[in-house]
Every structure is written in structure tokens, then in C-alpha cells.
């Protein structure tokens, strides 16, 4: 027969008992988070070309202008043209360069609005994190989309023309998809700084 002190006993470390098990299965998934992060890091610092000084120079130039020719390669890095070529031709089937493109002006085409929007899962399982995929690649409004850490799972940046059209997306095509659950939406005043192309001149 159990005495009162005991039951006492009991009724204060339970609660204890039960948090430090919350906090020690809390740790384990962070843990898990880490380690998985880790691998992430290193699979990526694994993919990592090794580049040498002209190969960067060369991609610097390319940067700036896609449509430089080897010869005008060979006047800008100090490289003869079949050294360039040689050069060129590497880099791209080793998918450094992965292509070339036109850099548009979106406010000449009419798309005048830019604008982030931030958005939560419904579910948080890799189904519905897939269907949400599938959902930005038919969307052309979809300039760029990042999966994150943190409280939202999703940053876009997304071009419309206007507000009905930027209404007519986040009502229309976000909220009603079955994989989203909350939408919140920031309009761009000013763009302080674009992208201009990655950081290679300063690995020389």
C-alpha cells in the first residue's frame, strides 16, 4: 500500500518526467535537422568545380556579356582564341555555364508590379510539398521561388501587370490549391539592387 508522501512524491516528478521527455525528443529531432543540414552542406561543397584564375576571369566576362565571341574572350582575359574555346566548351559540359539568355526588361513587357509573397503549407509532408511544386512550375508569374527554414515555408517572387492580376493569382491559383493554407503578400516599392550575375571575381 502506496503511503501519501509517495503519491505526492509521484505527482510532482511525473510532470517533470514528462517535460524533460518532451525536451530530450525536441533535441533529437533538431539534432536530426542538423545532421541532415550537414549532409546537405557537404553533398553541395562536394559539387564545388576547382577553377582557376582565367577560368573565372572568363566567366566573369561571359557575365557580363553572353555574346562575347572566343576572340573577344582572347583580347579580355590575355588567352589566345583556342585557348578561350577550350575553355568555353569545358565549363559548359561541365554545367558551370548553363546556358545563355536575353535579360528582359519586365516593366517594358508590362509587368509593372513586383511583388513577394510568403506562403504555409497545409500539410508539412513531401506529398504536399510536391503538389506545391508541381503548382509553380505551370505558374509563368513565378520569377523565383525558395523553400525555407523559419516560420513561412515558401518565399516567391512574382511579377504581374497590376493589382486585379496580382489579386486574381493569390485568389484564384494560391489560396484555392489544396497544398496551401495561409498566403501573405508584400508589394515592392523600390529595387535596391537586381541580380547582376554571382560573385566570381572575387574568388581570384
Do not use: W
Request: proline share 2%; aromatic share 4%.
Amino acid at each position: 500500500m502506496k503511503s501519501p508522501l509517495t503519491g505526492i512524491i509521484q505527482f510532482l516528478i511525473n510532470p517533470i518526467v514528462r517535460q524533460t521527455t518532451r525536451k530530450v525528443h525536441a533535441f533529437m529531432v533538431d539534432s536530426d535537422y542538423l545532421m541532415h543540414t550537414s549532409c546537405m552542406v557537404h553533398q553541395n561543397s562536394a559539387d564545388i568545380m576547382q577553377l582557376d584564375k582565367l577560368d573565372l576571369k572568363l566567366l566573369a566576362e561571359l557575365q557580363k556579356d553572353g555574346r562575347l565571341t572566343n576572340n573577344d574572350l582572347s583580347e579580355r582575359i590575355g588567352l589566345s582564341a583556342s585557348q578561350c574555346s577550350r575553355r568555353r566548351a569545358r565549363l559548359e559540359d561541365d554545367k558551370v555555364i548553363r546556358g545563355y539568355r536575353a535579360d528582359i526588361d519586365r516593366q517594358k513587357m508590362g509587368l509593372g508590379l513586383l511583388v513577394v509573397i510568403s506562403v504555409t503549407l497545409a500539410t508539412h509532408n513531401r506529398d504536399n510539398a510536391k503538389r506545391f511544386a508541381r503548382l509553380l512550375a505551370g505558374l509563368p508569374e513565378v520569377l523565383e521561388a525558395f523553400s525555407l527554414t523559419g516560420e513561412m515555408d515558401y518565399h516567391l517572387k512574382v511579377a504581374t501587370r497590376d493589382l486585379a492580376a496580382l489579386s486574381h493569382f493569390v485568389n484564384e491559383v494560391l489560396l484555392p490549391h489544396d497544398s496551401v493554407q495561409h498566403v501573405k503578400t508584400s508589394i515592392v516599392l523600390n529595387v535596391l539592387k537586381d541580380f547582376e550575375g554571382l560573385a566570381v571575381g572575387a574568388q581570384t
